[in-house]
Each structure stands twice: as C-alpha cells, then as structure tokens.
C-alpha cells in the first residue's frame, strides 16, 4: 500500500488486522461531512465571484498563517481552556500556522539550534522525535522521568552538565506513559530553563482531549513563560492532526514571545512557499467559526474516554493480576505493564515478539521502542529499556472500540504462544 504511511500498510490491507499500535485517528472516528462541508463553503459554487468573495486561499499564504484562522483559534482555545489553571488568554500574534507537530519541531530545530548542539529529552518519550533531532547534527541526552513526568532534579543537573539549546518535552497525556506535569512542576521547570538559558518546546497536541470535563489538565506551557529577556523562552507545540485527521497537514505554534513565532513564520522555506496549506486552513476555519471543529471535539473525547475503559477491562480479563494499568485521563494511548509469564513473553527476543503478533493479526507499540536511544548504551539505558520491554503502549483512537477486546485476546494468545519463563514482577515507571 504505498497510498498511506507503511506504519498503515496492513491494517489497511488487511481488514481482520487489530491495530492496536498507531498513534492517529481511525477513519471511524474522522469528521468527514463536516470537513467536506467547511472546503466546499471554501472552494464550492458560492465561493468566489460574483457569488461571493475572493478564495484568497488559492493566492500563496499568509506568512504567519491566515488571520482569520489564527482568530478563530485564539477564540476556540480561550473558551476550552479557560479553567486550566495557569492559563493566559492566547492572541492571534502570538499563534504561527504550520504543517503539523513534525514539521514545526523540525523548523524550531533548524531555527534555534546548531548541528553539535545539545537537545534534552524524557528518556521515554514519543519514539520518532530522536531522529528529528539527528537530522539536525543535535546530540540528545536524556532525562529522567517519574510518575508525574519529567524529573526535575534529574533536568536541573542535565542542564547544568550539558548546557543544552533546547528542552524538548510531552508535558500533558505524554506519548508514550499518558503522565501529566502538573502544575507547580511546570512553574519550577520554566524557573530551571531560565537559569540554564534554554529554550523550552512543548509537544501538546493531545491538550484539548481530555476525558473528564471536571478534571482538565494545567494550561499549555507558553502559558508559564515569564517573557523575561534573558533566555529563550516557551513554544507549544499543537496540531489539528490529532483533533481531525493526520491528513490535513495543518498544525500551530504557540508562544509569548515574538521571537519565538517569527523564527517559525520568518523560515527561508516559508518566505519562499508562503504561508503552510492556506486551502485546509481556511477549511480548518470554517470549521471553527460554524462550531462542527468544536462539537467534532467533544464527541472524540467521549470516544477515546470510552476505548481507555473497553481497553483497560480487556487488559484485566485477558491478564487478571499480571497486568499494571497506568489509567489515562487524556490523550490517545493506554500504558499498560505486564508481569509474570506474559511479562517474560512480551520483553523476550524482539523479532520473535513482533512475529508473534503478527500471526495472531494484532499490532501494539512495545515500551522499549520509546526508550531513547545513547550513543554509547549506558546502565540506566539498559535498565529502563529492560523493564519497558515488558510494557505496552496501546492507541485508543485508530482501532474501533468493538474490535478491542478481540485485540487484547490475540495479544494474549500471542504472548502464551512464545512460552513462559519464571515470574519477574517489572519495576514501576520511575524507578
């Protein structure tokens, strides 16, 4: 299938196929009427002369994004996440439009650092984001991690050590752990950044997806930045690939500082191409201004809410006491610790393990393959890798509630298949 991603190919393929290990949107779960309904208002026979006005979309775009979009944003974000604690009212200056969450980290690379440069990252984190970062010439130390995120005395003596140019961290449902920084842990982070003068990027795309209304995460980290002028500063990191469909290739960065923005809006691909997907923004928009992107939110966190419960049941039937679920509160992923037998099974041999689920037809993301990768492999890489061998990161949005507890059943037959070896109970996460 060279129509999608190749992380896609078989479960498009393959019908039977459980994917439980694609961190996206399944197209069950994608606004399709409601997009297709925002592009025609867009593009349609209304658009446009004589009918209506110019579909300015088609020029090259705005350099920072479209204003309209951008205003749209700031009013959609100030009503969600004005109960955040922490939270400051964000304006259309303040918001850049990109790609997505992949190309803007790529541009704020480019734009703040140098290839020799150090990078800081939790050691478990999203697993593709080590290989923005060498594309780069940066050199990537990790960081600790707790139950709450990322370890504090861990990243102040990181920063002391390595003089890094940047922080890059997933702050709120983090990919892979679903572990929230609350937040007196963000204050103090900002504080050890200042010191360090490093600049601060935070991965937020999963923001806006929570699952309890009553207990709504710690506003976005551009909100803790002080604007102080001797350090860099705080960019968030958003998309509307999560919120819609990956598809759309449309995303946002958020910071207080203008420094921050232009160094993204003011990139030499930018000036040239003018401003990231004009057409889908001004989709995007419609979308916004009509209320479908809001409602289309509200219905999505309902349903990841309701995967996390239909998947943490199926953990427990198919696993009994052998199973560790961390709950999620957000997000799209369930992490999820094995001990026992099925434990030894699912941290054995790599190749054996994937072949193993893939002859039962069900795919998930080991925790190992989250670790960062050292250039020389250290104790503490060894120790962690080891013990998130024997952890799962399951996606709640990719695969149809209905099908996953037919998922969890093949995973258990999978792992009972590769045999068992004397119980080992796995450590918690931030030992």
Not at 112 to 130: H, I, K, M
Request: charge should be negative.
């Amino acid at each position: 299938m060279e129509d999608v991603h190749p992380l896609y190919a078989r479960s498009v393929s393959d019908p039977s196929f459980v994917d439980l290990e694609a961190g996206a949107p399944g197209l069950h779960l994608v606004p399709t009427c409601a997009l297709a309904s925002a592009m025609s208002r867009v593009l349609g026979p209304s658009a446009g002369p004589p009918s209506g006005p110019p579909p300015f979309c088609m020029l090259y775009g705005a350099l920072r994004g479209p204003l309209s979009l951008r205003e749209a944003l700031c009013e959609y974000l100030n009503g969600e996440l004005a109960r955040c604690e922490g939270y400051v009212r964000a304006s259309a200056r303040e918001l850049c439009v990109t790609n997505g969450c992949s190309q803007a980290l790529d541009t704020l690379c480019s734009r703040l650092c140098r290839p020799g440069d150090v990078v800081l990252a939790e050691r478990v984190t999203y697993f593709l984001c080590q290989s923005v970062f060498e594309d780069h010439g940066l050199r990537v130390v990790p960081v600790e991690v707790t139950v709450d995120g990322i370890d504090l005395v861990d990243l102040e003596a990181k920063m002391a050590e390595h003089h890094p140019r940047m922080l890059y961290l997933i702050p709120v449902y983090q990919n892979p752990t679903g572990a929230t920084l609350p937040h007196a842990s963000r204050r103090a982070l900002v504080a050890i950044a200042r010191r360090h003068a490093c600049a601060v990027v935070a991965d937020e795309v999963y923001q806006l997806l929570w699952f309890d209304a009553a207990r709504l995460p710690p506003a976005p980290m551009c909100c803790y930045d002080d604007c102080a002028g001797d350090w860099p500063g705080v960019v968030s990191v958003c998309t509307f690939s999560k919120l819609v469909c990956p598809g759309l290739r449309l995303g946002w960065v958020q910071s207080r500082r203008e420094a921050l923005v232009e160094a993204v809006g003011s990139a030499g691909f930018v000036v040239s191409g003018g401003g990231l997907n004009p057409v889908v923004a001004a989709a995007v928009c419609e979308m916004l201004r009509s209320g479908d992107l809001a409602e289309h939110v509200r219905s999505f966190r309902a349903a990841l809410a309701a995967a996390a419960a239909e998947l943490s049941s199926a953990l427990v039937r198919a696993f009994g006491p052998d199973v560790e679920i961390r709950e999620p509160e957000g997000g799209f992923f369930l992490w999820a610790a094995l001990r026992g037998s099925a434990g030894e099974a699912l941290g054995g041999d790599s190749a054996r393990v994937v072949q193993a689920l893939a002859s039962e037809g069900v795919a998930l993301k080991r925790g190992d393959l989250c670790v960062l990768r050292e250039g020389q492999q250290t104790a503490r890489q060894a120790a962690v890798s080891a013990r998130c061998a024997r952890a799962m990161r399951l996606c709640l949005a990719y695969c149809p509630r209905e099908r996953m507890s037919e998922g969890v059943d093949r995973v258990h037959r999978a792992l009972a298949a590769l045999g068992s070896s004397p119980a080992a109970h796995s450590a918690p996460l931030d030992a």
